[in-house]
T-cell receptor, first 110, second 112 residues
């Protein structure tokens, strides 16, 4: 069983729709949770970071963490074609190793 | 301004010919990582440095080596690249007490 599971998609939505992404994990020691956006042939760019359970909002992006269910989510409101990318969830314990999901490829259709 | 710079962006090497990828950072972060990312897969950690302390992942092949001569630079050496080593190689940095990891743009390695 992989430490972090993420549905690879692909996910295609019309412009303006809400994009919903999620990951599940098996290691209850994970404390820090992140979402990265990766455009084709580029490095990952940090979008959101949360610590432990709860919600965090930043503009059109909302990250949720439910540690009891070992489940994290990212919501993108009012999606734009420029949001088309691969979204990677990542998490870590209180050490240096980041564990990633495989990424979900999202296409927002104009 | 780019903070984590990887060179080259694209590298083509011959099967079995040693190749070195480089990473530099202007953030003065003490942690540096090398990840391998194959198409449609999660980035896989190869090793990381905390200052000069080197930490190798248990499943990183011996074919992969790394050097960190100073805080700003880190190198990935692939001694004898095989076709299976073709991938995107990502360098990332992080300040020890900061949870954010910053990635470079990656080096896409092709083995012919």
């Amino acid at each position: 069983q992989k430490e972090v599971e993420q549905d690879p998609g692909p996910l295609s939505v019309p412009e303006g729709a809400i994009v919903s992404l999620n990951c599940t994990y098996s290691n209850s020691a994970f404390q820090y949770f992140m979402w990265y956006r990766q455009y084709s042939r580029k490095g990952p760019e940090l979008l959101m970071y949360t610590y432990s359970s709860g919600n965090k909002e930043d503009g059109r992006f909302t990250a949720q963490v439910d540690k009891s269910s070992k489940y994290i989510s990212l919501f993108i409101r009012d999606s734009q074609p420029s949001d088309s990318a691969t979204y990677l969830c990542a998490m870590r314990r209180n050490d240096y190793k980041l564990s990633f999901g495989a990424g979900t490829t999202v296409t927002v259709r104009a | 301004d780019a903070m984590v710079i990887q060179n080259p962006r694209y590298q083509v090497t011959q099967f079995g010919k040693p190749v070195t990828l480089s990473c530099s950072q202007t953030l003065n972060h003490n942690v540096m990582y090398w990840y391998q990312q194959k198409s449609s897969q999660a980035p896989k950690l190869l090793f990381h440095y905390y200052d000069k302390d080197f930490n190798n992942e248990a499943d990183t092949p011996d074919n992969f080596q790394s050097r960190r001569p100073n805080t700003s630079f880190c190198f990935l050496d692939i001694r004898s690249p095989g076709l299976g080593d073709a991938a995107m190689y990502l360098c990332a940095t992080r300040q020890a007490l900061n949870t954010e990891a910053f990635f470079g743009q990656g080096t896409r390695l092709t083995v012919v």
